[in-house]
């Protein structure tokens, strides 16, 4: 049942495992960090050195399981099993269950203060609206699944246009409890994700920003899809009414700081609020930019601005804009506003140079740093026309590794 493994001083052992307990024992390593091995290993030690024995585990359909012990392991594992009158499934099996009770899942971290990511660009047709949907999905997937997720360094093969297949990693989800906010009169953040716009004789987050509330802004929330995301993923819906914000907003006093007062009883419910931004660099951005400025005992980068573009020539005038608007608002107000990084979205390498030169350019400012990398692929636009979270439509396309990349990057 063992033979030497070639690249190490391990060896390679084959015994049995029920799926069950392999896969707890898979998901509970990502959570601490840590090879598989690592955790059987930790447990066969253990066990060997346990006065007493434990409860008989449920061994019942275990099917073949093989990983790398240290040299010697299995052997003294074998003969403290013999001693104690147990095969080795079942020993192995008492292992991993003593690894499991001895190394719990551990606390999701939650930020002291509720972090605000900014998604934003003046020009339309960007797919801010989607980036902000995916990056929320991503930050509140379930701590107990493993998911893929594509690794950071693909970016820097990407722009260097290799189109070969990308690599991933299966991870925990980041359990995070998110409000995404949809701060965009033409309601697409709240139509793709199968919600109703607010009426437009209702209460609205315009109101609230207005100082012309109708009720409690936290009645107006709406859960997404709580089978995939366990209650933690909410939305507060758009209305059309957002349209007037600009000249309401003009009333205001303060009105930089109208979004953060209509925010700030909800902030308390959620570790992060995303803001999709309107195609727009009036009042309305200048209050979203103020509401993702860095706050008082707030590390750099918690809070800030992510930037959607994509890889051809409008989307740079566009940024040039945006960026001299929020260097104004930190000039006059005397803020720090930070940049989270820009996302290259809709991006396919086979559109040629125009496409492959502009990503390398956007790779090339550096600060802010390119932070994503997202597809051109037909699983969003299904997920919006079916009116599901692209996360939990199609979970394992290409895009969905790529949101999941996108937010731990800016995690």
């Not at 902000?132 to 820097?156: C, F, M, N, S």
């Not at 953040?189 to 004789?201: E, K």
């Not at 107006?220 to 009414?241: K, M, Q, W, Y």
Request: glycine letters at 10%.
């Amino acid at each position: 049942m063992t033979s030497t493994a070639a690249a190490s001083d391990r060896e390679k052992v084959v015994s049995k495992l029920p799926g069950w307990l392999r896969q707890d024992l898979k998901i509970r390593a990502a959570q601490h960090g840590i090879e598989i091995q690592a955790a059987v290993e930790q447990g066969i030690t253990a066990w060997c050195n346990l006065a007493s024995a434990l409860d008989t585990v449920d061994t019942a359909g275990a099917d073949s399981f093989s990983t790398f012990l240290p040299a010697g392991q299995w052997e003294q594992f074998r003969g403290v099993a013999a001693d104690r009158g147990l095969s080795l499934i079942q020993g192995l099996a008492q292992s991993a269950h003593l690894w499991l009770d001895s190394n719990p899942a551990p606390d999701i971290e939650r930020p002291a203060v509720t972090r605000r990511f900014i998604v934003c660009n003046q020009k339309g047709g960007v797919g801010k609206t989607a980036i902000t949907a995916g990056t929320g999905e991503a930050l509140a997937e379930d701590p107990g699944t493993l998911h893929k997720v594509r690794i950071a360094k693909q970016l820097a093969v990407a722009a260097g246009g290799d189109d070969g297949p990308l690599e991933v990693e299966d991870l925990p989800g980041l359990g995070l409890r998110v409000l995404l906010v949809d701060f965009d009169p033409q309601c697409h953040l709240t139509n793709q994700l199968g919600a109703m716009p607010l009426p437009m004789n209702g209460d609205s987050l315009t109101n609230h920003m207005a100082g012309d509330p109708k009720g409690d802004l936290r009645d107006l929330v709406v859960s997404i899809d709580d089978e995939t995301f366990g209650g933690r993923l909410h939305l507060l819906p758009a209305c059309n009414d957002a349209f007037l914000l600009d000249v309401r907003l003009s009333a205001v006093r303060a009105r930089e700081a109208a979004l953060e007062r209509a925010l700030a009883p909800l902030e308390a419910d959620y570790d992060v609020i995303l803001v999709d931004c309107p195609p727009s660099l009036g009042l309305s951005m200048d209050a979203a930019a103020y509401y993702g400025r860095r706050r008082d005992g707030e590390k750099p980068g918690q809070s800030g601005a992510l930037i959607v573009v994509q890889a051809e020539d409008s989307s740079a005038d566009a940024y040039g804009l945006l960026t001299a608007q929020i260097d104004d608002l930190r000039s006059d107000l005397q803020i720090d506003i930070d940049y989270l990084g820009i996302v290259v979205n809709l991006y396919d390498g086979r559109r040629g140079y125009i496409a492959t030169s502009s990503l390398q350019g956007w790779v090339d400012i550096k600060d802010p740093r390119v932070v994503g990398l997202i597809g051109d692929l037909k699983e969003q636009k299904e997920a919006v026309r079916m009116k599901q979270p692209l996360l939990s439509y199609a979970p394992k396309s290409q895009q969905a590794i790529g949101m999941r990349a996108l937010a731990r990057e800016i995690s």
